[in-house]
DNA sequence: GCGCTCATTGACTGATGATTCAATCAAATA
DNA sequence: TATTTGATTGAATCATCAGTCAATGAGCGC
């Protein structure tokens, strides 16, 4: 099973790097301190990395890899009622399970580093660039289905992720400030807003407050 | 007069900071760079500043001053009217002189260095709050004056400082997917929806696209 | 148990970059 | 002009880290 401990040195060396990186800021991250976190010796880093910026291209690669694939299955899972695939994407980047402060304080740090390091902005751009594109084209089916002709729907799913990722800020500048249910409400409000019939007060379906996450 | 270049000499300084942190990112930023993009020799930072990590703080703490001095100055200069102030901050946070993608990406390289660093955290905490308590107030009090009973303006205001600070991501990640005008569209359009009667498409007065900013 | 293979260690090396400081230079003053 | 004061330089020093590698150790087949 020689593979097998390949991939488990690699994930628990990458995992450690993000719980650094989260502790410790990026530019105080050291290959010893990712080493220490991982209980393993300083020179391990390299037998299983080309370089420190192998590691921490492969940790950017693994936090958007995972982050993908909670966020498509829970967008997937809900069908195709764009209401609820849209509150869906609410839930999901403001849940439990994605909204952690070590992690999103980690994603904050990777974009940080995005001048400069053409490789951290592909990645960032063309993931940023395929959940958008989900966004708006829920927007676009809402908007189509609710017959809200005058409507900018792509500037509304804008705004909608420009809301998300300021509360994700929120949460790792300071996590007393933040409040999960605070900021789905807020969430909910701007497409109430937009979209009266089936986010508002009156709302049947998926939109009103049936989740705790 | 010595006290007027030492002061000339320090701003030179952080100044150039801010751009090769905008330039390179923090991690890559050393004192070399600094000092030649202020067109000084290597060893004149330690001169001026206690040591690079002071260098640091009072850039950050220079960046704050500025905004908070251009913040509150267009927030005062409208009066009392918690519309046009509320609508003023919409315009200066999004607006060319403070939306700026180098200050931007300076911005959240302080921000992405917060963990583990107190002093960073407190002064970014302590603009934030004081930032925030103005959109709070204003929010409350256009409730207030419009009769909005059932309304909870701490949820708005948050919510409206998350999706300008996620625009600012937007700018600093790609400038290609920012839009200024649409951005500010998309605050409008979250207020329009909880205020109706104020930011609306029937209000009469402040938060209609005068401004072209 | 014996040897083979591969994972792991941790002391070492070299590079980078912060910091220091003696020497230089320029401006102000006498 | 000579002297003094303080700004500025840049080479030298020192610390920190990334990256290397010979030695060690653990697991596995024989």
Redesign the interface.
Known sequence: MRDAIKHLRRTELIEATIRVI???????TTLAHVAAEAKLSPGIVSFYFSSKEGLLHETLAHLAAEYEKTWTRSVRAVGDDPVAALDAMIEVDLGREVCVRGTV?VW??F???????PRY?VL??EL?ERY?EQARRMCHEIARRGGYDDL?A???A??L???????W??L???PK?FDRA??K???R??L???FPAEFGPLAAGAASGRRTG
């Not at 989260?22 to 105080?28: E, I, K």
């Not at 974009?111 to 390091?117: K, S």
């Not at 992720?161 to 509360?167: L, S, V």
């Open positions: 989260g502790r410790r800021g990026f530019s105080r304080a904050v740090a974009w940080a580093e995005m001048p400069g390091r902005r960032c751009n940023a958008f900018d792509d500037t509304i804008r705004g992720n420009a809301m998300i990722d300021g509360f800020l929120d790792m500048m300071d400030r605070r900021a409400r807020a969430c409000q701007f109430a807003g937009v």
